[in-house]
Each structure stands twice: as C-alpha cells, then as structure tokens.
C-alpha cells in the first residue's frame, strides 16, 4: 500500500469558517478564519508570540483538525519545524530515506533527494552522522530537507530559518522561491520581518485568534525597516494612487524628486507601482531609511525586479 | 503505508525501547512455564503476559519520536496513518513475540490434560495456543492505543491507567482475553484442546475500534 502520488490536478487548499481550540472549554485559539492557498501562492503569516500563528499552521499542514469550519483540499504537503530535536536512532541520510519514502519517492529516488538536499544546505558531510550527534543547524538542516525531499505542492514552514547558518537560509530563501515559482504553494512564520522581503503575495496577521490581511494596509510603523524611495515623475504631477497607497509617507522635496518611505516588505509594489504608472516615473534612488533606528539595517534591494518590470 | 510501517519498524528496532517489555516477558514465562507441565495451562500463561506487554510496545511505539519528528511525518502521510502504522508496528510486534513464545513452550510442555492423564495433541493444543496469544496481543493492543497518546498524554495518568487496563482485560467477564485463557485452563482441566476462535474474533472488533478512535483523535488533540 505505497503512498501513491497522483498526477491529478492540484486541489487548492481552503479554510473555511475555521476555529480551533484544545479542550471543550478551552479559549479560542483561531476563529472565524477563511483562507485559500492557491497553487504557487506564497504566504506569510505574522503575529505575537502566542496568538495562533502555529496552530494556523498545524491546520494548514493537516496535523490538526479544525474544531469548527472545515479544510477542503489537501495537496501532498511537507512540514518544517522550528526545532528539531532529532534525538532520533537514524543517521541523516538513513532518516531522509525513510522520510523519503513517507512523502511517496521510491527509496532509490529518496536517497539521491537526500544527498542532494543535504549537499544544497552545506550538510553533505553529516550523511553519515547519527542524528543524535548532529549540531542544532546540521538538524534544523535535516528538518529542512525532510521536506523538500519530494517537491511537496505544499510546504509549511514554521520558523524553518530558526538556527540555520546564514548560508543555509538565503538557501532556503532561495528554494522556497524556486518552490513557487514551480507552482507549489509555500506559507511561513518567520519572526525577522526582512525574510523574503517583497515576495510574498500575501501577508496575513493572526490578530486575537483572527487572521487580516496585511497586505498593503495596516500601520506601516509596525512593518520593520522602511526603505526612502527617491522617485521623479512628469512635472507637476503626484505619485499614482497605487504607489501611494503603500507608502508609509510621501513628501514633495521642491526642485527634487518625491521622497517615499514605504516598509520593506511592500517596497518591491511600490516599485512596480511606480515604474507601471502611465506614464511610468523615474526611481532616482532607493535606500534604507536612515532616521530608523530599529537595530537592523535593511539589505541593499537587488536590481533585478526593477528592471523586469520597467522592461 | 509501507514506508511507514518500515520507519516505525525501523525507530522501535534501533530504539532498542523494546527491550525491557520483551525481557519482562521472558522473565514472567520463565516463572510460570516450565518444561514438562501440561500444555494448555503454560499457553494460556504464555497468553496472558503478552497483554502487558502489547501495550507497553504501543505505548513505546506512540512515544517513540520527538513531536517536531513526529509532524514532519504527519504532514507528509496524515496523521492518522502515521499513527496507525506506529500501533500497528507495536502490534506486529506484540503478535511474532507471542508466535515465537507459544511455539517455544508447545514444544517444551507435556501434551497431557492438567492432572497428566488425559493426552491431547500439541499440534492442536499449540494452534489454540496461538488463537488465545493472538486475542492477548490485540487486547492489549487496544489497551495500549487507549491510554497513550492522542488520548492520555501525561505519563502520570498514562502509565496507571495502561496497567490498570491491562489488568480489567485480563479479569473482567466478558473480555476476549480471559475468555480465550480460561478456554485453554478449562480444556486443560477436561482434556480437551479448545478453539477460541470466538474470543479472537471478538479481540479483533475491539482493538479495530480502539485503533480507530486513536487514530481518530490525532489530529482532534494537542500534541
């Protein structure tokens, strides 16, 4: 009775009316929360520590049931955790087989997975290490790979970047967008606002046991380091409407371009805004925003989708 | 399915957390059986203390992995099956230790009724053996998949609530497993091999129930 992995069409995955509490009289955890995940979406969840994030993903992963509403749809998903405490009687390479073969590969298929998994995140070295002597990264490593094992249509990533080297996570950054862009649906926890900044499509926040968008809305002060975005347009004319929207603040310098602060995470539309606008604007320059003092100091923007997008 | 069972088969194994249950039960066969005595009373012996220890190998089999392990394999299986397969390991297992221990003392024991008087056929004495070791490693099974997780957690009321169990299924009229170890004492006393296919049939309804609202729970209960 092996796992079978159809080629069917990939059923979007869909809460409707969801609530989820432990125990009979136990508090609300979640209500009330509708949300589809569309193929090839990617999704970010945000919150306090506390207020559900977790439970929404255990949901979405299909560990836990809904108390009320139902989940309709469950694409071949894959599950990171935040810690991996592999106090497991395997080696790495052993446990990726097994896990392997768990999300449908045959064990050939699963061995080659791991090695190149393994490899891709800089663990090659531990295939051979038993599990319980591996570091708290080289595990997190081995969670990461667990689930990329099988090109999941789903991947559920719980604060996955938790204890990873800085290569392993722009690694992981790397993939969950090559994910994506293959068609499989990713949605993550991250407590680091920069994490693929700009990427996702949509970002929502578990709010008191519900879930809002956050998208383009919000209060922009609470959305981690800003970037000034020094963008010129036709004379005499105001930024469009949908770059507007975004930004945090937008101010006219006389005799220069307009001055726009926008968070990170929404700076990647903005840019699109602006170089869409008929006709589009000029973007002069975009740095971090300087009078910020957050304790983190944005990364420089890559070039590329400024220039796809003004093409 | 397959892949599941094999890593479960694979954890209980390297684990070695098998171990203690199967040298309790070699130790509480080397007490009650010993080579010579009549057949059907040592099988129904040797039914009896698989009980415990069926559960003690679910309980070993559900607590095996760490939870963050034990969601990697959930999200990717369900967890329903990722459950199952970790009681139906247990299971798998309880069955050939008690396969192994019901050939073993067939062949050591005394084909004779109780008081040695009676003869009766080891072969047929050792397949209601077999039917009655079968019942005990289902009930206890079941026993098991009730008081582990999903449904009792905390090991403080897991642990007394798993021997207690073990121990009404052992007792309690109308239980399987003392129905099919009483069938073998009794023959024992009349001479007479028994067959309790009843009792199994019965141990098998209710360990497929138990199983089910385990695996049921799974995703119902916190982890």
């Not at chain 2, 080397?30 to 012996?45: F, K, R, T, Y």
Request: charged fraction near 20%.
């Amino acid at each position: 009775m092996a796992r079978e992995v159809p080629e069917r069409e990939q059923q979007p995955l869909r809460l409707e009316g969801v609530g989820r509490r432990y125990g009979r009289r136990g508090p609300w955890v979640l209500s009330g929360v509708d949300l589809e995940v569309a193929p090839g979406a990617l999704i970010r969840i945000e919150g306090a520590n506390g207020t559900g994030k977790s439970t929404l993903l255990r949901l979405l992963a299909g560990l836990d049931a809904p108390t009320v509403g139902r989940v309709v749809g469950r694409p071949r998903t894959a599950y990171v955790p935040e810690r991996f405490p592999a106090t497991l009687p395997f080696t790495a390479a052993d446990y990726l087989i097994h896990l392997g073969a768990v999300h449908g590969l045959s064990r050939a298929e699963a061995a080659d997975a791991a090695d190149e998994w393994l490899e891709r995140f800089g663990a090659a070295e531990h295939a051979r290490t038993p599990m319980s002597e591996l570091s708290k990264g080289s595990s997190q490593k081995v969670a990461v790979a667990q689930a990329l094992l099988a090109e999941p249509e789903l991947l559920v990533l719980d604060e996955a970047w938790t204890g990873l080297d800085e290569p392993a996570r722009g690694e992981l950054e790397r993939v969950v967008v090559e994910r994506t862009a293959a068609g499989a649906a990713v949605v993550f926890v991250d407590h680091d606002p920069r994490r693929l900044a700009g990427r996702p499509d949509a970002t929502y926040a578990v709010v008191e046991g519900a879930l809002a968008s956050r998208t383009g809305t919000g209060n922009p002060h609470a959305d981690g380091p800003h970037l000034v975005v020094r963008a010129r347009g036709p004379e005499g004319t105001t930024p469009p409407a949908e770059a507007t929207e975004l930004a945090a603040s937008v101010e006219e310098v006389p005799g220069d371009a307009h001055r726009i602060s926008v968070p990170e995470s929404r700076s990647d539309a903005l840019l699109r805004a602006l170089l869409g606008a008929r006709p589009p604007w000029h973007v002069v320059s975009v740095e971090p925003e300087p009078e910020r003092p957050l304790g983190v100091v944005p990364r420089p923007r890559r070039p590329e989708p400024i220039e796809t997008e003004s093409s | 399915m397959t892949a599941l069972l094999r890593y479960q088969a694979a954890l209980l194994l390297r684990s070695q957390r098998a171990l203690p249950p199967v040298i309790l039960y070699a130790a509480v066969l080397a007490i009650g059986v010993q080579s010579g005595q009549p057949v059907l009373d040592s099988l129904g012996w040797t039914a009896a203390a698989l009980l415990p220890v069926a559960a003690w190998l679910v309980r070993i089999c559900a607590t095996n992995e760490p939870s963050a392990a034990r969601s990697c394999v959930g999200a990717a299986a369900g967890p329903e099956r990722a459950h199952l397969a970790c009681v139906s390991v247990a299971l798998g297992a309880a069955a050939t230790l008690g396969v192994v221990a019901t050939v073993f003392v067939t062949f050591i024991s005394d084909a004779t009724s109780a008081d040695h008087q009676i003869r009766v056929s080891a072969l047929q004495a050792g397949a209601a053996g077999l039917l009655a070791t079968l019942a005990c490693a289902l009930l206890g099974t079941a026993v098991g998949a009730l008081t582990t997780r999903p449904l009792l957690r905390s090991p403080g009321r897991a642990v007394p609530a798993l021997l207690l169990g073990a121990l009404l299924a052992l007792v309690v009229t109308g239980s399987p497993a003392r129905a099919a170890v009483s069938a073998l004492v009794s023959g024992s006393q009349e001479g007479t091999v028994p067959v309790p296919v009843l009792p199994l049939v019965g141990a098998v309804l209710l360990t497929a129930g138990a199983i089910a609202v385990a695996c049921g729970l799974t995703t119902r209960r916190a982890s």
